[in-house]
Nanobody, 120 residues
Framework: VQLVESGGDLVQPGGSLKLSCSAS????????MRWYRQAPGKERELVAR????????NYADSVKGRFTISRDNAKNTVYLQMNSLKPEDTAVYYC??????????????WGQGTQVTVSP
C-alpha cells in the first residue's frame, strides 16, 4: 500500500497550489479520502474530506471557500486545490485513506506528507 503526495512548495501569500496524492495497493474507489496538515508544534488537523464516490465533501472552517478537495477514481488520485493561501496554511500536508468495515472499525493508510510553506 502506498500513498504518495506531491505538489508542495514555497508560495507567496495569496498564491495557489494544487496537491496530489497518488494511491496504489488497495481499492482506492472504496475509500474515503482526507487531507490533514500539521504545523510545527501543533497537532495534526483535518483539512478536508471526500467520500469514496466523490459526491460528498467537508472542510475545516479555516479553509472553507479557499480549498477544494476532489478525486479521480480512474487515476487513483485525490487532489487538494489551495487558493488564497495564508502564512497560517504553512504545514506538512498528509493524505489519508480510510474504510470502515461492517462493525465500524477503520482501516486507514497515511502518506508521507508534502511541505507547503506560505511566506513573502
Amino acid at each position: 500500500v502506498q500513498l504518495v503526495e506531491s505538489g508542495g512548495d514555497l508560495v507567496q501569500p495569496g498564491g495557489s497550489l494544487k496537491l496530489s496524492c497518488s494511491a496504489s495497493g488497495f481499492t482506492f474507489s472504496r475509500y474515503d479520502m482526507r487531507w490533514y496538515r500539521q504545523a510545527p508544534g501543533k497537532e495534526r488537523e483535518l483539512v478536508a474530506r471526500i467520500s469514496s464516490a466523490g459526491d460528498n465533501t467537508n472542510y475545516a472552517d479555516s479553509v472553507k471557500g479557499r480549498f477544494t478537495i476532489s478525486r479521480d477514481n480512474a487515476k487513483n488520485t485525490v487532489y487538494l486545490q489551495m487558493n488564497s493561501l495564508k502564512p497560517e496554511d504553512t504545514a506538512v500536508y498528509y493524505c489519508f485513506a480510510v474504510l470502515y468495515d461492517a462493525l465500524g472499525r477503520p482501516r486507514g493508510y497515511w502518506g508521507q506528507g508534502t511541505q507547503v510553506t506560505v511566506s513573502p
